[in-house]
């Protein structure tokens, strides 16, 4: 399984954890073998994965600044690589 998870630019009152689950595909591999996966990150998707909840504006906000993106087997620091960054 490859999972997916993003850490979202400060927002001045609205604290995040540091990496956010943001989807995951399940390959099936033979042992020594490779593969690929898709993992579609869509912001206006219903689980919000590049928003935070603004309570002083009662609605979901994309932050600005830089978003990264790790790719790993677990949320284990261990088992995560950044696999890229954007801005926003």
């Given at each position: ?54 309570e002083a504006e009662k609605r979901w906000v994309i932050p600005q600044g830089t978003f ?21």
């Amino acid at each position: 399984m490859v999972q997916a998870y993003v850490t979202l630019p400060p927002a001045p009152g609205l604290p995040q954890p540091p990496k956010r689950l943001i989807g995951f595909a399940r390959l099936d591999l033979a042992p020594g073998a490779s593969g690929e996966a898709a993992i579609t990150l869509d912001p206006g998707a219903s689980h919000h994965p590049l928003s935070v909840w603004n309570e002083a504006e009662k609605r979901w906000v994309i932050p600005q600044g830089t978003f990264k993106v790790w790719l790993g087997t677990s949320s284990a620091p261990a088992d995560l690589a950044l696999a890229g960054t954007f801005t926003r």
